[in-house]
C-alpha cells in the first residue's frame, strides 16, 4: 500500500516537517558531538542524543504521516522507538563495562578502582 | 491461564502494530500471546512484584519530561561548550533498590537520559558508578536521582 | 504544498542523517580505541535505521519499516557480541 505526501494538509505537513528536521539534526548534533569530546565517557553521552529524540522525532513524523495520509492510525514505529529504548543502555553498559575493564587493566590513572579487588585481577564478570 | 498478565498485553499490542487491527489478527494475536507466556511461565524467572503499578504512567511523565530537557542541555554543550566551573566526572551513588527490575527500570532510565550513563552495578555493596557529563556539585546530583527516581520506584516496587 | 514541504524535509534530513553517518565512520576509522570504534559502529547502524524510516516517508511505502526493524535488530546484536568480545576475548563462550 502507497500513502502519497500530496493527501495530507499543509499544517500536517509542516508538523512532520518540524518532527523530522528535530530528529535529524539531534542525529547529527549526536554525531558531531561523538567526534569532538574528548575522552571517550564522555562520547558514550552523545550517540544517546540520537538514540533518544533524534530516533522520537523521525519515528513520530513518520506515525503521523501514515495515520495522516492513510486516515486510520499506523503505528508501528513505536516499535523501533520502544526497541530502541529499551536496548541502547544495554549496548552502553556494556560496552563501558568493557572498557573500564580495560582501562582498569592498563591501570589508568582516572578510572575509579573497584574496591576489595586487586587491580589487574578484577575479571569477574556476573 | 495467564501468568504474566503485562507480558500476555504486551506481546498482543506488539501483534496488532505489527499486523493491523482485525479480528482475525486479534484472535491470532491473542493465541500468541498466551503461548508466549506459558513459555516465559515454564523459564520461571523472578516475578517482579508491582506494587503500585498505577505510579508507572507518572514516572514515564517524569521521564520523558526529563529526557526532553536534557536533550536540549547535551545539545547545548555539544554546541557551546561546557560553562566554566563544570565538569565531566565519575560518582558513585548508594542505592537502596535491591529488586532486579526496579534496578534494570532505573538504569534504562539513566542511560537514555542523554547526558547521564550507568556503568557498573556493584551488588555487594548496592552501588553504582555514574557518569556525569556536565557536572557542578556531586551532592546535589546524587539527591535529584535519589528523590526523583528512586524514591518512586521504591514505592512501585516494595 | 505540502508535498513540496514534506519533501524539502525529507531531503535536508537525508542530508544530515548521512554526514552523521560520515562522522560517525569517521571516528570508527581513527579509533582511537576499539570502545569508540565500536560505539561508531552502532552509531551507524542507528543512523542507517532512521534514513531507511526516512526513506519510507519520502516513498510513502511500509515496506521501509521492516527493513530498519531488521537493522536495528542486527546492530544490537552485533554491538552486543562486540562489547562481550572485548570484556573476554571470546564471543562464544
Sequence with gaps: MTYSAADIPVW?????????????????LGAVGFLRLPTFYERIHAPTLSTSWGTGGIMTASILFFSISGGRLVAHELLIGIFITVTTPVTFMLLARAALHRDRVENHPDIPRRDGVTPGDDTTVN | MFPYP?????????????????????????????????????????KPRLRKWYLLPKLFGIVMLDIIRSNLAVAWIILRGRAPGHRSSFIILQLQLRDPTALAILAVIITSTPGSAWLEYDSRRSSVLIHVLDLVDDEAWANLIKNRYEKLLLEIFS | MSAIIIFTAIS??????????????????????????????????????????????????????????????????????????????????
Design chain 1, 12 to 28: 500536517a505537513a509542516i508538523l512532520i516537517a518540524f518532527f523530522l528536521l528535530a530528529g535529524a539534526f539531534l542525529a547529527l
Design chain 2, 6 to 46: 503485562l507480558l500476555t498485553i504486551a506481546l498482543l499490542v506488539m501483534w496488532l502494530l505489527l499486523n493491523g487491527f482485525t479480528f482475525g489478527h486479534l484472535l491470532l494475536g491473542g493465541t500468541v500471546a498466551v503461548f508466549a507466556s506459558w513459555g516465559m511461565a515454564a523459564l520461571r524467572p523472578d
Design chain 3, 12 to 93: 535536508l534530513a537525508q542530508i544530515m542523517l548521512v554526514i552523521a553517518m560520515a562522522i560517525a565512520s569517521i571516528r570508527m576509522f581513527y579509533g582511537p580505541r576499539a570502545q569508540d570504534r565500536i560505539i561508531g559502529l552502532d552509531a551507524i547502524y542507528v543512523n542507517a535505521m532512521l534514513l531507511l524510516a526516512t526513506f519510507g516517508i519520502g516513498t510513502g511505502k511500509t515496506v521501509y519499516f521492516e527493513a530498519s526493524l531488521v537493522i536495528g535488530v542486527l546492530g544490537f546484536v552485533s554491538t552486543v557480541s562486540l562489547a562481550k568480545f572485548l570484556m573476554r576475548g571470546e564471543v562464544i563462550e
